[in-house]
């Protein structure tokens, strides 16, 4: 909190990102991860990227949120996944 104030007005367009090995399945994870807190996702909600070696694959799902509660319960469940080596 910032004197009183959230530091993220909402509802406000969001973006998450996970980053992961490049296995199959996970972009398919990333989306289950988030759909499970947001509701059912657009076709276009995800955007994937591979890593220049291609060993990593980073994924950014955007959506919008209503409040706090759903931001953090998106970051809690990336945290509690062990395929998810990295999020923002």
Sequence with gaps: M??????IEYPTH??????????????????K????VMGALADDAL?????????YLSINVHVFLQNEDQRRKVYEAF????????YV
């Design 2 to 7: 910032n004197g009183g104030k959230p530091l």
């Design 14 to 31: 969001y973006t998450f990102k996970a980053m992961g090995l490049a296995a199959a399945g996970f972009r398919e994870l990333v989306r």
């Design 33 to 36: 991860l988030v759909e499970d």
């Design 47 to 55: 955007e994937e990227r591979p890593s220049s070696a291609g060993k």
């Design 79 to 86: 945290h509690g996944e062990k395929s998810i080596v990295w």
